[in-house]
């Protein structure tokens, strides 16, 4: 065995201290190889049950690939073409190893010491790391009774040291998305100096759930304090290629990418994106497949006496009225992986991905039994 060297006297900075590990999905193969099971489901992660588009699957089978060259520097073929989907300009685009990397470089790029940035209690927890890395303050508004991001009491937080807002719709892990309308009427309120961070990783599903919703593209012309983000790791279904992206202000954008590493969107994960999203006909199988998931789940689930919110996303927040880790754990023993929420407002919440329907029909089963178990 080789002996470990003496421990080291290198301190990380303080800010480290503050930032959670983050909690991935558990990976299919450890639980089988943990568990001695054959067959296991992952509900954990929000991916595509389908994968991604069968014209990229072909691509890449027959693509030269070219992986001894530095991809393009720009993204530019990339960033082209979502301008021309998104009706905006390249310049406005910056894409990255998945929104996660974009977050960090947007708190880099805007944040210092001092500064504070404004995010709800139940959120996607990589805001408040960010924040905290770059040295500044989050501020935390708790989400309201329905669990939905507190808008008015966000304003009210603004003092002269925000610097930046973090909202989501579909929010993570709650599913609810902001009513329409409403986050216009907040940009309208909130003050032009503070960067608000519109995180819409869900969005082909929340546009799919509520057609009546516009996309908020078309709020940058009037709010240039506005950011989107969005992704290809969801609906999609390259959640391994890593990309996502920004929209914003042209100059806004190039603040963010002065403090990029070069080169983080890869050859591969760019020539993906442009195939993948022209292809509509897997889109459109993509969200019915997850409304007929999510219907099934809900009602299956609210039979069993949970509470299900309602979702515009590709999961769902069940309340499962009893210690979540202790209930994933247990179904985990059946093969099951999904996500328990360890914030104390939902506890007692699993957050669970809609699948195919057979995988739908084994976590109907798996929680059945459970729930049977811990009644009788
Ligand atoms: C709200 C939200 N934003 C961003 C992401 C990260 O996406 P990406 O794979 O692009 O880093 C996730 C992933 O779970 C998410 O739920």
Not at 26 to 51: F, M, Q, T, W
Not at 287 to 302: D, F, P, V
Request: hydrophobic residues 45%; charged residues 20%; contains cysteine.
């Amino acid at each position: 065995m080789i002996a470990s060297p003496p421990a080291s006297d290198v301190q990380h900075r303080a800010a480290l201290e503050m930032v959670c590990p983050y909690q991935a999905g558990k990976p299919i193969e450890e639980v089988k190889r943990e568990l001695g099971l054959d067959r296991v489901i992952k509900l954990a992660s929000n991916e595509n049950p389908l994968g991604p588009s069968p014209l990229v699957i072909e691509h890449l089978n027959r693509a030269d690939l070219e992986l001894h060259m530095y991809p393009d520097y720009e993204a530019r073929q990339l960033r082209h073409d979502l301008g021309a989907f998104l009706g905006v300009a390249p310049e406005q685009i910056l894409t990255g190893a998945g929104s996660v990397a974009l977050m960090r470089v947007i708190a880099d790029a805007f944040l210092d010491h001092g500064d504070e940035a404004i995010l709800s209690d139940v959120c996607f927890p990589v805001y408040a790391d960010v924040t905290r890395l770059a040295g500044a303050t989050p501020i935390v508004v708790p989400v309201d009774d329905e669990l939905q991001q507190d808008l008015e009491r966000m304003l009210a937080a603004v003092t002269p040291r925000t610097k930046m807002v973090f909202l989501a719709t579909p929010n993570n892990p709650t599913g609810r998305s902001i009513p329409a309308g409403d986050v216009e009427a907040f940009l309208d309120k909130l003050p032009e100096r503070v960067l608000c961070v519109l995180d819409i990783a869900y969005w082909e599903y929340l546009a799919h759930a509520d057609p009546a919703v516009q996309d908020p593209v078309r709020l940058l012309a009037r709010h240039p304090n506005l950011m989107i983000l969005r992704t290809f790791s969801k609906a999609f279904g390259l959640a391994g290629l890593r990309v996502g992206y920004l929209v914003a202000h042209a100059r806004i954008t190039a603040s963010v990418a002065r403090v990029q590493t070069p080169f983080s969107t890869s050859s591969v994960g760019q020539a993906a994106t442009r195939i993948a999203m022209h292809d509509a006909e897997h889109m459109q199988a993509t969200l019915a497949l997850n409304q007929a998931s999510l219907a099934a789940m809900t009602t299956g689930l609210t039979a069993l006496g949970a509470h299900v919110w309602p979702t515009a996303a590709n999961f769902l927040l069940a309340d499962m009225h009893q210690d979540s880790v202790d209930l994933f754990d247990r179904l985990l023993r059946r093969g099951v992986i999904v996500r328990p929420q360890r914030h104390p407002r939902i506890r007692t919440t699993l957050r669970i991905t809609s699948g195919t329907l057979d995988q739908t029909q084994v976590l109907l089963e798996a929680m059945a039994a459970e729930i049977r178990v811990a009644v009788s």
